[in-house]
């Protein structure tokens, strides 16, 4: 086990607080055809937004690339009721249809999911394009959050709560993805928007969280904010047993939080091209005695990235903390 150090710019960790989303007790439907009367009707639906039947192609293809299913429209909504009349209609129309409503945010989703084969495809990120849309950022020193549209890129709420010094408390270390998508992958619904945190409607909120669209279309969210650490201490620790890794990882989790580190993540690397000339490595090229033990081709290693938050005046206190517990794996 070795591990390599290296010092950076605000990250983060923590929660969704409120979620607003067109309501289903129903799961998605599979489209296999469609008529030409279901493409009538969508036309006659009055929309904030628009609906698009010809630019479409962009609308078949996601992240991974593994499925292309064409749809018949791509709805633009510039409203939450656009979506809300979209779903409904759909719903309204019950047995008489097989046209099915999949959201897309930055399409980023591996598994089709958010493809509508020959149905449609609800482009969310059209919602926080609306020169309307505006993130309400509350801050009373105790409870801070972020209003925003379930459409909207997390690196764009980054660089809006650094204005406040604040920063999400949790998201995914990729930030091109949109809210929706990372909370829950879209779904359909009755066309009902709700609102549901831990309080209100607290089934219907643990479950959308990460329920793959099964209860519906995700169209706002409060997110929880957290002062922004000026200074992050980012180290790598690579393993070549994964049992090892394992049981380290989980003595970590299981820390108090004030004397462990603030993120814990553990991921499987496949070292095609020599970890030296790769960017999660900060080795030093000089030092061969570290550097060997990772340059054969192919080889399976398991990584655990840690992070802890600091600022200028508790440095110490922040290599000690490290210390410590690199010294305890």
């Not at 290296?6 to 067109?22: E, V």
């Not at 020193?141 to 709420?157: A, H, P, T």
């Not at 108090?256 to 999660?280: A, C, K, M, P």
Request: aromatic share 10%; with cysteine; net charge negative.
């Amino acid at each position: 086990m070795w591990y390599s150090t290296a010092g950076l710019l605000t990250n983060t960790t923590g929660s969704t607080i409120k979620i607003n989303l067109c309501f289903s007790n129903t799961l998605p439907l599979l489209l296999h055809n469609h008529n030409n009367h279901d493409h009538d009707h969508l036309k006659t639906l009055e929309f904030d937004g628009h609906l698009s039947f010809d630019d479409v192609d962009h609308a078949s293809k996601d992240f991974g690339n593994r499925f292309q299913y064409l749809p018949s429209a791509v709805l633009y909504p510039k409203s939450v009721s656009d979506i809300a009349t979209l779903v409904k209609h759909v719903w309204e129309m019950g047995m008489t249809t097989e046209l099915s409503v999949a959201a897309r945010g930055h399409g980023h989703s591996l598994q089709g999911q958010s493809q509508a084969h020959k149905g449609v495809v609800i482009n969310m990120e059209s919602l926080s394009e609306n020169k309307n849309s505006v993130m309400y950022i509350h801050s009373d020193g105790e409870f801070s959050y972020v209003d925003v549209y379930g459409g909207e890129l997390w690196i764009n709420i980054l660089h809006e709560t650094l204005k406040f010094g604040l920063t999400p408390k949790s998201w995914t270390d990729y930030l091109h993805l949109t809210v929706g998508g990372t909370l829950s992958n879209a779904g359909i619904s009755k066309g009902e928007v709700v609102n549901c945190s831990k309080e209100e409607n607290s089934d219907l909120f643990h479950s959308v969280l990460g329920g793959l669209g099964q209860f519906g279309i995700i169209t706002r969210a409060r997110i929880s904010l957290e002062p922004a650490p000026s200074m992050v201490k980012w180290i790598r620790v690579l393993y070549s047993d994964f049992e090892t890794f394992t049981r380290e990882q989980e003595s970590l989790i299981t820390q108090d939080q004030n004397n462990s580190f603030d993120y814990i993540e553990g991921f499987v690397i496949i070292n095609r091209t020599g970890l030296l000339n790769n960017w999660r490595s900060s080795f030093n090229p000089h030092d061969p005695s570290q550097a060997s033990q990772f340059n054969s081709d192919g080889k399976t290693l398991f990584c655990l990235e840690l992070v802890k938050y600091f600022n200028k005046d508790n440095i110490d206190m922040v290599n000690q903390v490290s210390i410590v517990n690199l010294i305890k794996l």
